[in-house]
């Protein structure tokens, strides 16, 4: 795929709380660090936050930190799904209140799409279920292209830890949509993120979905009401 590269001002498009991110750092051509972080967040045109995980700040303690070139990649939560990567250097690493690192902004960063399909954001009611078990899951469906989609499990019940779902699943989704289709939608688990409240899984479908006229009317109404609701909310 297609690779771009852009310049600094669009890069906050593509940064989120929270963002997965792998670090590599560079001391010398022979000497580098590299570990799996998390972004805290960033100050626009100043400086990107980084958690500075405990093993890499024990492993680095004794280091030289301001300066040093850092190599920065993440998928971003863009529709298309985009990988982004940087190389940057660190201006600052604190400890207090605790281990943080602080990059410069770079002056371009490249972005290369990894779905091939737009991904719409909508949330409604969903049901998975194992193909080998006969228990469905409530779920909630948080996004949705012609080749896959996202649902979010709450906390309860735990169905990965009891091991009802695992990655290479193959699961059967049934929801609203399912009638546009005329038939459940037949699924294999692409990835399970654990997070704070609950499960995220991608899932990618055994078939393209078709979208015809009456699924592309519901999914309207769906983002449309979304939309609305947060309005609400305001």
């Known amino acids: 795929m297609k690779r771009d590269i852009e310049s600094k001002h669009e890069i906050w498009n593509y940064l989120f709380s929270g963002m997965k991110m792998r670090v590599k750092l560079e001391f ?6 590299q570990f799996i972080t998390t972004l805290i967040g960033y100050k626009t045109g100043q400086s990107i936050i980084l958690d500075y995980p405990k093993s890499a700040y024990e492993a680095l303690v004794v280091r030289k930190m301001t300066n040093i070139t850092a190599i920065i990649s993440g998928i971003s939560h863009t529709e298309m799904g985009h990988i982004i990567a940087f190389k940057t250097s660190i201006t600052q690493s604190i400890a207090r209140p605790f281990p943080m690192l602080f990059c410069r902004v770079p002056n371009h960063f490249a972005t290369k799409k990894i779905r091939k399909h737009k991904r719409i ?6 049901t998975i279920q194992n193909e080998n078990d006969n228990s469905p899951i409530k ?10 989609c996202g649902i979010f499990i709450d906390n309860q019940p735990m169905p990965i830890e009891q091991n009802r779902l695992n990655k290479d699943s193959k699961v059967i989704i049934n ?34 979905i078709p979208i015809n006229d009456a699924l592309k009317s519901l999914l309207f109404e769906y983002t449309i009401l979304d939309e609305l609701n947060e309005l609400d909310s305001v």
């Open 28 to 33: 010398g051509p022979d000497d580098g660090y």
């Open 121 to 126: 954001k909508l949330s409604l009611p969903v």
């Open 139 to 148: 779920g909630t469906l948080v996004d949705f292209s012609v080749s896959g």
């Open 175 to 208: 929801c609203s949509l399912t009638d546009c289709v005329n038939s459940p939608m037949h699924s294999q688990i692409a990835n399970i993120v654990k997070q704070p409240n609950g499960h995220m899984i991608g899932l990618r479908f055994a078939d393209t």
